[in-house]
């Protein structure tokens, strides 16, 4: 198919690889911009992807608290200059981070960090529940590793879609400000703080309440 000059110029933006560069791996992945993407980065053509290996030991510790008190989040979010994380721009993707953080409960930065039990465990539940819906066993494993990378969409921050912008995943919007800040960052770690936490509640849907708060 015919690659756009809107995908290359909207690949670019979001890599910071030349336009040649793109205009190949666009091609390569017949116009998928996240598959591209990720072609880039295995190239090591990709902005971000030759920032990564840089260390990033400055930053900031962003708090975001909600509800009066009843939700509370801090999060560390490094990149590699003292200047950076002074400039309001690095400041706000701080403060973005953390407000998503209050309303999407993650609970691991990316899927790496999940224990290898836990997530054996979930490969249990999913194979069983596969085997209890009749699906025959060759491809019960193929259904079981589609559903895990469900499992990390829903748990894993980097893999999450973005609240002020679902049709981007957080390490969409991460790749982004590497790429128009020009050094690596990275989301080191959060904590979040949630009023009664493992009290039997009332349960309050914080996503529809922290995106009324943003749209004010």
Do not use: W
């Amino acid at each position: 198919m015919a690659v756009s000059a809107s995908a290359v110029k909207e690949l670019r933006e979001r890599t910071g690889a030349g336009m040649l560069d793109c205009k190949k791996a666009l091609d390569e992945t017949n116009g998928d911009i996240d598959k591209a993407i990720a072609v880039l980065r295995e190239k090591g053509l990709s902005a971000a992807a030759n920032k990564a290996g840089r260390v990033a030991t400055e930053g900031v510790v962003e708090s975001y608290i909600h509800g009066g008190g009843r939700i509370g989040v801090l999060v560390e979010i490094n990149c590699e200059t003292d200047f950076v994380g002074k400039t309001d721009q690095f400041k706000e993707f701080a403060r973005d981070i953390a407000m998503h953080i209050a309303a999407a409960n993650p609970k691991f930065v990316r899927r790496e960090e999940v224990p290898t039990e836990e997530l054996e465990k979930e490969k249990e539940i999913l194979k069983n529940q596969a085997l209890n819906e009749g699906k025959p066993e060759k491809i019960v494993e193929k259904m079981v590793e589609g559903r895990i990378n469900k499992y990390y969409e829903e748990y894993c921050l980097l893999e999450q879609s973005f609240i002020k912008d679902p049709d981007k995943t957080i390490n969409t919007l991460l790749n982004e400000k590497i790429s128009t800040i020009g050094e690596n960052i990275s989301i080191r770690r959060f904590a979040r703080f949630e009023l009664g936490e493992g009290l039997e509640k009332k349960q309050d849907n914080f996503v529809e309440e922290v995106m009324a708060q943003v749209n004010k």
